[in-house]
């Protein structure tokens, strides 16, 4: 392997000349400057880009930890960061954390002097303060966390203002049985968007049934087996209002197994519009989050910090959503023995 060394004997000139050369400074001759890149391309000198990190003190490379890296809305997610980051001349370092906080430790640290800075979403309670053992001034980007300290650069959603839109648009639609398919317990986004949901039923002066609360895991299979109790109830709800589009495409398979029409019988909304969700039949009612927009704005704010060094200035910020009305929701119930629409 061509070292600079090999370059600076074969150009007969010092090997911080050659360095030189490489980040174009200003102190070397345009004619030594021609020389030295001739002599590099005649050898075939690549420079070494570990030992260039060192000498500039960047990477130009940014890690990314997410909560898992299988399904829609983590795929668009990071297509947004990875098309921001290459405009920029970054690649990027991917790893998933599951929400565990050992794991979550364990890939920070093995990311440490090998990026420039993280975006990093972990929606359990108080997974995120691993960051806090980073170097100070380490740029950070949290999305969807549970974090209020301008310590860190934050990102969220409007969680639970999206769920209250969409069971309020329910409720106008005529609906009172309106029940919800929740995410995870331990999960931020899901706690806000329960919230949300909560709180549309009590400002529409709908109660509460006991029951129309259901657990999934933000899956489809999840989604799926919420759905079929909720069916099975003696008092079965008109609509059905997913915490995540994953659930409500698995609720949506399990009503037509269960031969429910939708949204004749039943009216179906989810949270995020994924890509699948305007391909569904029906077309899914959702909360559009533009997803890779999410992971565009994260990028742009994490290397602003990269650039900018002590002159940027951390904030928390709220990604609006926006109600996007299809056929999965219909208008207001059919009476009982009316033909479907």
Not at 322 to 332: A, H, K, Q
């Amino acid at each position: 392997m061509v070292t600079i060394r090999d370059v600076a004997r074969a150009a007969r000139v010092s090997v911080a000349t050659v360095s030189r050369v490489q980040h174009n400074s200003s102190l070397v001759t345009d004619t030594t400057g021609r020389r030295v890149r001739t002599v590099a391309r005649r050898l075939g000198y690549s420079p070494h880009a570990a030992a260039q990190s060192l000498s500039s003190r960047r990477t130009s490379s940014i890690g990314v930890l997410l909560p898992d890296l299988y399904g829609e809305f983590y795929a668009e997610l990071l297509r947004g960061i990875d098309q921001t980051a290459q405009r920029r001349g970054y690649h990027l370092l991917v790893a998933s954390s599951h929400n565990d906080k050992a794991t979550i430790e364990a890939a920070l640290q093995a990311m440490r002097g090998r990026v420039d800075g993280l975006v990093v979403m972990s929606p359990a309670p108080g997974a995120h303060l691993a960051v806090r053992d980073l170097p100070q001034r380490f740029p950070v980007v949290l999305l969807a966390c549970d974090a209020s300290s301008r310590a860190f650069d934050s990102i969220v959603m409007a969680n639970r203002d999206g769920a209250y839109a969409m069971v309020r648009h329910l409720a106008a639609l005529g609906h009172s049985r309106i029940a919800m398919i929740t995410g995870p317990a331990r999960n931020f986004d899901a706690s806000e968007r329960l919230r949300g949901y909560r709180a549309a039923l009590h400002d529409a002066r709908l109660r509460p049934i006991r029951g129309l609360e259901a657990p999934g895991d933000f899956t489809q299979a999840s989604g799926f087996e919420a759905c079929r109790k909720l069916m099975a109830r003696r008092a079965t709800p008109t609509a059905i209002f997913a915490a995540n589009d994953a659930m409500a495409i698995g609720a949506l398979s399990a009503l037509a197994e269960g031969g429910v029409r939708v949204p004749a019988d039943v009216a179906v909304g989810g949270f995020d519009d994924v890509p699948m969700a305007r391909y569904m039949h029906p077309p899914l009612s959702t909360m559009r989050v533009n997803i890779s927009a999410l992971g565009e704005r994260a990028t742009q704010r994490l290397l602003d910090a990269v650039g900018n060094g002590r002159k940027h200035r951390n904030r928390r910020e709220t990604l609006p959503v926006t109600l996007v009305v299809r056929e999965s929701c219909g208008g207001r119930p059919q009476p009982a023995g009316s033909s479907p629409r």
